[in-house]
């Protein structure tokens, strides 16, 4: 089992290289990010924001000493105001005016996917990314179960989204179970969005 901990705060930047290391081939990112030679850039900026977000407004977990994975969980779904507080200000600039517009639309409509599917007080995965020459290790696990122990004892249901078929058999592994599958408009990549009640 792999030690997680809290982040501390002189690690968000790490931990944000790393999340943009794990989503660089991620079907999202790349419809978000199309071209490759500066995809990792804006993703590092991206997911700095994003993992600063998590600390603000949330907690992040990862394994302990180096940054080998991490996990960003909310106590409710993430919205515009806070996450413009959190540095998105900034995205139009670092991302494109493109790509900004395309990740926005996108944050949006899950936004409004997820009020809808989750009214009730829940615990919310926005983020966990394992670093790629890591994976296969039991770090996701850990960083799993880190929170949805504590959604047992709370008796507090879970959501997330992902856009990577891979990720669904895994997680329903864990108990999550699919809401809703679709499409982005505008040529987006596939996505679920996932529940897990408690047990």
Known sequence: MTAVVPLAVYQVREAG???????????????????????????????????LYGCLYGEVHVTQGQIHGAAVWLSSSQTTLRMLRAGMTWAPFKLGLKSFLRLWGSLSLVEQLHKQAMPQRHLYLMMLAVDPNQQGKGIGRSL??????RADVERL????????PTNVPM???????????????GGGPRYWTMRRLPR
């Open 17 to 51: 290289e790393m999340f943009a290391r794990a989503f660089t081939k991620d079907p999202f990112y790349i419809y978000v990010l199309p071209d490759e030679k500066k995809r990792l850039k804006a993703l590092t900026w991206l997911f700095t924001a994003a993992t």
């Open 144 to 149: 799993l179960e880190k929170n949805l122990s």
């Open 157 to 164: 249901a879970c959501y997330l989204e992902t856009t990577l």
């Open 171 to 185: 997680y329903r592994k864990f108990g999550f179970e699919v809401v809703l599958k679709d499409d982005f408009p």
